[in-house]
């Protein structure tokens, strides 16, 4: 057994609390104590130092290589593996270009089209037919995934406390959904913002299949512009935005919010969070989210405080959120071919471990999914009991 081999496995041996199998060049090692509970192939041994630099982008790019294999159910071993991610090593030093990137608009357009202008055509494979790249809500044990997205719109528009006539803006509005389901319910008036061009086209695209023309309207601009639209708003919403906005924006991104809301009005902000302030795992970063980072609920709540944003309301849909993910990857796996087909091989993998790794670590508690409901200073005029 060669060196490598050995100070491979001897550093993989922090990783007990769950015990499982490891292959490599025929030769079977235990990890832990008592029956594995999952096994894996190693074709090619990761180097220790990569792995002290970042634990997490090396058994990714090994995964994503086929130099390391899950024998069996991915989602499975990652349930098993990533709630040790505390045990995860990240020199900050060496990977501080990739984890603490520029905030400049200019940047964090580029950053968010990299993910979200991929392709329609690549999204429409797995998503449902809402295309709703966020957390669903399942009423019932049974719910379908495009249940579970309109589900969660109704939900998120019953918080908002909608009126005919109302004014809404939708901050990373998507390909719509909400945008559209509350014109046609509540006959509101709505804005929608992104910075995807493929987004904005689907969006508008809908909008004239609705005949919603005269109701919504949507435009290609970053948050801190609103000011600038010399408007305001009944209520806002944002959905799976906030993850983008960056550690060190966020009292600015609320400052924009209450800025165009007006006196009294709701703001639901839903958005994947987290217990501590993490700077965000380095793979995640390279290669699927550059520039994310997942906000503390104590930070948002903190900033939310001192501008006056009183926080009425608050749920976690961190299982949720695992159920949605599970769902989204057994659509990817049965369009898989032709995830290939249009990139290759090396990325289906990336995305599969990208989306059944999310699924883990929603399971696991590593991270969550909050929906707060904010009123721009104080509002006597809701109802005093949970509306929704």
């Not at 993910?115 to 957390?135: A, V």
């Not at 987004?199 to 290609?220: H, P, S």
């Amino acid at each position: 057994m060669g060196l490598i081999e050995n100070e491979f496995i001897k550093f993989m041996q922090k990783f007990d609390e769950h015990p499982f199998e490891m292959t490599i060049n025929g030769n079977k090692h235990m990890i832990g104590e008592g029956d594995p509970t999952f096994s894996i192939k190693v074709n090619r041994v990761p180097s220790v130092v990569d792995m002290l630099t970042s634990t997490s982008i090396t058994l990714g790019e090994a995964y994503m290589n086929g130099d390391i294999e899950i024998e069996g159910d991915l989602y499975k071993a990652l349930n098993m593996f990533l709630g040790q991610m505390g045990k995860f090593s990240t020199d900050q030093n060496k990977l501080k270009k990739l984890i603490f990137t520029s905030l400049s608009k200019k940047n964090q357009q580029k950053e968010v089209s990299s993910h979200y202008d991929i392709g329609n055509d690549f999204y429409s494979l797995w998503l449902d037919e809402t295309m709703s790249y966020s957390c669903g809500y399942f009423k019932k044990e049974d719910d379908t995934l495009y249940q579970a997205q309109v589900n969660k719109v109704h939900h998120l528009l019953d918080k908002m406390h909608l009126k005919e006539g109302m004014t809404i803006l939708d901050i990373g509005c998507g390909w719509g959904f909400l945008l559209i389901e509350a014109a046609k319910k509540y006959k509101v008036k709505g804005l929608g913002i992104t910075l995807s061009h493929e987004q904005k086209a689907k969006f508008e695209q809908k909008i004239k299949e609705e005949g919603l023309e005269d109701y919504l309207e949507v435009e290609l601009m970053d948050y801190r512009d609103l000011l600038k639209t010399d408007r305001t708003f009944d209520s806002i919403v944002s959905v799976g935005m906030l993850e983008h906005v960056g550690r060190g924006n966020y009292a600015e991104y609320l400052q924009c919010v209450k800025s165009v809301l007006v006196p009294g009005g709701i703001f639901v902000l839903h958005f994947i969070s987290s217990l501590k302030e993490y700077p965000g795992d380095a793979w995640i970063k390279k290669y699927i989210f550059p520039g994310g980072v997942i906000p503390s609920l104590r930070e948002i709540i903190s900033d939310a405080g001192d501008l006056r944003l009183y926080t009425i309301d608050v749920e976690s849909l961190r299982r949720h959120y695992n159920k949605t993910l599970l769902y989204w990857n057994a659509n990817f796996q049965a369009h898989r071919d032709e995830v290939v087909a249009m990139f290759d091989e090396r990325f289906a993998r990336m995305w599969e471990l990208y989306l059944c790794s999310c699924a883990a670590t929603f399971w696991n508690g590593v991270i969550d999914l909050h929906q707060i409901i904010f009123t721009n200073d104080v509002n006597n005029e809701l109802p005093m009991t949970r509306w929704y």
